[in-house]
């Protein structure tokens, strides 16, 4: 079985800090892994995706994640958090059928 | 056009009431999803359509019937529904079912439903 698990349900980082949001997995297979942001009221929005091409992969708004297979992690970073990343972010993995499996989501909250 | 459109954007109706929620995306995407997301949760899969043929239900109550009438619309048709069916009704799309790498999905920004 396949499954996501996301450390830390909330994360409140300041301005400018850096913002580590974690995430581990467990697949039989190699994974595709993904990291989305949801705001308020929105859908999810793709930041990253890792597909087995480069262990570190950057997105969009400043965001990256380093895929370690010997950790079997896929955490999320961004150097300098800004007011607008507060919002909900979630891990997931895809297996072979292309099911998601997500994980249960980390709440961001930036403060100045 | 990477855009999953969803209408209507808030969704109120009585137990007796059949409504329906509408998804639609122009990207060419043969797979279409409807998820159901409850606050502070993930999104939960209800069903997949690869090639306009049901694929995927997730034991869904039949109060929720999905149908696809073609490549690019997804309707959920809702009858008979309970409070707690109230929530975030989340319509994605992707290249193709399975593949895994070419699944990348794509949400709408959803249907905020609520069951009175």
């Known amino acids: 079985a396949q499954s996501v698990t996301q450390l830390g349900s909330h994360v409140s980082v300041s301005e400018g800090a850096l913002v580590l949001l974690r995430c581990n997995y467990s697949?039989?297979?190699?994974?595709?892994l993904f990291w989305y942001v949801q705001y308020p009221n929105q859908g999810l929005q793709l930041l990253l995706k890792?597909?087995?091409?480069?262990?570190l992969v950057k997105g969009i708004n400043g965001f990256e994640a380093e895929f370690k297979k010997s950790e079997t992690s896929f955490h999320l970073t961004k150097p300098s958090a800004h007011m607008s990343d507060a919002a909900e972010y979630f891990c997931?993995?895809?297996?072979?059928?292309?099911?998601?499996?997500f994980g249960a989501g980390t709440q961001v909250v930036v403060t100045p | 056009d990477t855009e999953v459109t969803q209408t209507p954007k808030h969704l109120v109706m009585g137990m007796t009431n059949k409504k329906s929620l509408k998804c639609e995306q122009h990207?060419?995407?043969?797979?279409m999803y409807w998820y159901k997301q409850k606050a502070k949760k993930p999104p939960e899969l209800m069903f997949v359509?690869?090639?306009?043929?049901?694929?995927i239900n997730e034991s869904v109550p039949s109060r929720f019937s999905p149908e696809c009438p073609n490549s690019s619309l997804l309707n959920l048709h809702l009858h008979a529904l309970q409070p707690e069916d109230s929530a975030l009704y989340l319509c994605?799309?992707?290249?193709?079912?399975?593949?895994?790498?070419?699944?990348?999905?794509?949400f709408g920004p959803g249907t905020r439903l609520t069951v009175l």
């Open positions: 997931a993995l895809t297996d072979s059928w292309g099911k998601f499996q």
């Open positions: 990207m060419g995407h043969r797979a």
């Open positions: 890792y597909t087995s091409a480069a262990t």
């Open positions: 359509y690869s090639y306009e043929k049901l694929s």
């Open positions: 994605a799309s992707s290249q193709e079912e399975g593949l895994a790498g070419y699944n990348e999905q794509f």
């Open positions: 697949s039989s297979v190699p994974p595709y």
